[in-house]
Every structure is written in C-alpha cells, then in structure tokens.
C-alpha cells in the first residue's frame, strides 16, 4: 500500500504564499507521474499542476505564472509553490500519484487526503 501526506495548507492573504507538501510513503518501486489537484466548492476538481518523473510539466492556465511545481524523486516527494494568491485560489488541494510497487507491479493511481487552501480578499 502506498500513502499521500499532503502539508502546507492554510489561510493566507491575497497576495500572499504557500508552499504545500505531498510525501509518499509505503511500497513504492517508481513514481511516474505527480500532480495537484484542486476541487473548490460546488465544483469539480481540477489538474492545477503535474510534473513527470523526468520533470517535465504542465499548469491550468488560471496558476501559470505563479504557481511552480517541483519534486524531490529521492524523497518521494512532491511540492507546489503558490504565488501571488487570489480568493479563487481558495479550494481544497489534492496531491496524486501514479506508483508503481514493483518492477513487474501494474501502475496505480493513489490520492492524498487535500488540505485545505483559503486566501482572504
């Protein structure tokens, strides 16, 4: 089994920074893909970033500019870096990741449990 710890959260000003944390823990042989999700209320959640084992990457068009992705392979880890915040920003963030437990293991989807993300006007 293979657990997401996600960190980071918080209230934070417009304007202002967070950095949030995702650390995978548990059988892991690989990690391909790393990702943030976000689902604000009454809607659906949305890619906000990913990043590939390789550390090529991708970003809604709503965070480019100010939101950076970033991982640590060696810690299993995953990181967004959010600038310049703005209320719609505000949503509960998901880390994701695609891992594999073995060399011969099929590749599994797993989510983190969110942490809350809210930014005051």
């Known amino acids: 089994q293979v657990q997401l710890v996600e960190s980071g959260g918080g209230l934070v000003q417009a304007g202002g920074s967070l950095r949030l944390s995702c650390a995978a823990s548990?059988?892991?042989?690989?990690?391909?893909?790393m990702a943030w999700f976000r689902q604000a209320p009454g809607k659906q959640r949305e890619l906000v970033a990913g990043i590939t084992s390789g550390g090529s990457t991708n970003y809604a068009d709503s965070v480019k500019g100010r939101f950076a992705i970033s991982r640590d392979n060696a810690k299993n880890t995953v990181y967004l870096q959010m600038n310049s915040l703005k209320p719609e920003d505000t949503a509960v963030y998901f880390c994701y990741a695609e891992v594999r437990g073995g060399r011969t293991s099929y590749q599994l989807d797993y989510w983190g449990q969110g942490t809350q993300v809210t930014v005051s006007s």
């Open positions: 548990g059988t892991i042989f690989s990690i391909n893909t």
